[in-house]
């Protein structure tokens, strides 16, 4: 099973940026899509769906971070990169990675989280 692990969060002042990393342990772009999730503070907020980039390249957004996130990768560091632009304090959440395998429609493995805190 590929492990993938994050990094890069951090604490920002609202209007910065930070660049969040999802490196895998082996190849998983030809048969996986990455996807972001990420989860607020506090009790009875939901998981949710930030960003994603299928296996053929192509990306989607959440309506919250369109414009200010974008997501790539590095097929030979097998690395997807998560970019975030005019940080907003609603941003502030723990940032989770999953690779969800395109043969079997399910996500085979997810990462620790990072945390990313916005605030002055």
């Known amino acids: 099973q590929v492990q993938l692990v994050e990094s890069g969060g951090g604490l920002v002042q609202p209007g910065g940026s930070l660049r969040l990393s999802c490196a895998a342990s082996?190849?998983?772009?030809?048969?996986?899509?990455m996807h972001w999730y990420r989860q607020p503070p506090g009790p009875g907020k939901a998981r949710e769906w930030v960003?994603?980039?299928?296996?053929?390249?192509?990306?989607n957004y959440a309506d919250p971070v369109k414009g200010r996130f974008t997501l790539t990768r590095d097929n030979a560091k097998n690395t997807g990169y998560l970019q975030m632009n005019s940080l907003r304090p609603a941003d502030t959440a723990v940032y989770y990675c999953?690779?969800?395998?395109?043969?079997?429609?399910?996500?085979?493995?997810w990462g620790q989280g990072t945390q990313v805190t916005v605030s002055s």
């Open positions: 082996g190849s998983i772009f030809s048969s996986h899509s």
């Open positions: 999953g690779a969800r395998s395109t043969l079997a429609g399910r996500f085979s493995s």
């Open positions: 960003a994603a980039i299928t296996s053929g390249g192509a990306t």
